[in-house]
T-cell receptor
Framework: AQSVTQLDSHVSVSEGTPVLLRCNYSSSYSPSLFWYVQHPNKGLQLLLK??????LVKGINGFEAEFKKSETSFHLTKPSAHMSDAAEYFC????????????FGRGTSLIVHP | DGGITQSPKYLFRKEGQNVTLSCEQNLNHDAMYWYRQDPGQGLRLIYY???????QKGDIAEGYSVSREKKESFPLTVTSAQKNPTAFYLC??????????????FGEGSRLTVL
């Protein structure tokens, strides 16, 4: 069964410092993995997705994520945080080879201090 | 522009009343989903539908009902049987592929408050 785990419920950084949001997955099949961002009272917006074409995936707003099969991880990074990055981030995924039923982690709240 | 439209954005309900949340998409996507979001609990799947006139229960279907009479529409009814309906509800859609899959597209959400 597919599952996604976000390792931190909250991450706090200072503006201009690097961001790391951690996500592990478990899957019996090759996964499709995603990172979404959610601002208050809004829907989720796709940041980036991994679908086996390349292990390093670049997304919008300077975010990127690296798929590491040996570590079953798909961590989200950004070299320099901006105040506007403060939001809730969700890691999600699904397995190929069957019905596509996406699952999500519990979310990580990114706090950015001036 | 293509996208998913949820309405209403805010809804208040008295205990014992059923309410229906609307979700419409013009992306020509096959699959549609309803998620419930509560603080600290992420997104929990209520129902999903991969084809017209067919839908499946998700992890927390009790107290909810859906229909899929048209490809573009997937309304969710929160019934009086739902014990704690106050939450933020998100509708999503996706193309249904057999290989590496496409992402979900989300609506802006509907916030339901029971008075």
């Amino acid at each position: 069964a597919q599952s996604v785990t976000q390792l931190d419920s909250h991450v706090s950084v200072s503006e201009g410092t690097p961001v790391l949001l951690r996500c592990n997955y478990s899957s019996s099949y090759s996964p499709s993995l995603f990172w979404y961002v959610q601002h208050p009272n809004k829907g989720l917006q796709l940041l980036l997705k991994y679908t086996s074409a390349a292990t390093l995936v670049k997304g919008i707003n300077g975010f990127e994520a690296e798929f590491k099969k040996s570590e079953t991880s798909f961590h989200l990074t950004k070299p320099s945080a901006h105040m506007s990055d403060a939001a809730e981030y969700f890691c999600g995924g699904a397995t190929s080879g069957g019905s596509y039923i996406p699952t999500f982690g519990r979310g990580t709240s990114l706090i950015v201090h001036p | 522009d293509g996208g998913i439209t949820q309405s209403p954005k805010y809804l208040f309900r008295k205990e014992g009343q059923n309410v229906t949340l609307s979700c419409e998409q013009n992306l020509n996507h096959d699959a549609m989903y309803w998620y419930r979001q509560d603080p600290g609990q992420g997104l929990r799947l209520i129902y999903y539908s991969q084809i017209v006139n067919d839908f499946q229960k998700g992890d927390i279907a009790e107290g909810y009902s859906v229909s899929r009479e048209k490809k573009e529409s997937f309304p969710l009814t929160v019934t009086s049987a739902q014990k704690n309906p106050t939450a933020f509800y998100l509708c999503a859609s996706s193309l249904l592929l057999q290989g590496p899959t496409g992402e979900l597209f989300f609506g802006e959400g509907s916030r339901l408050t029971v008075l």
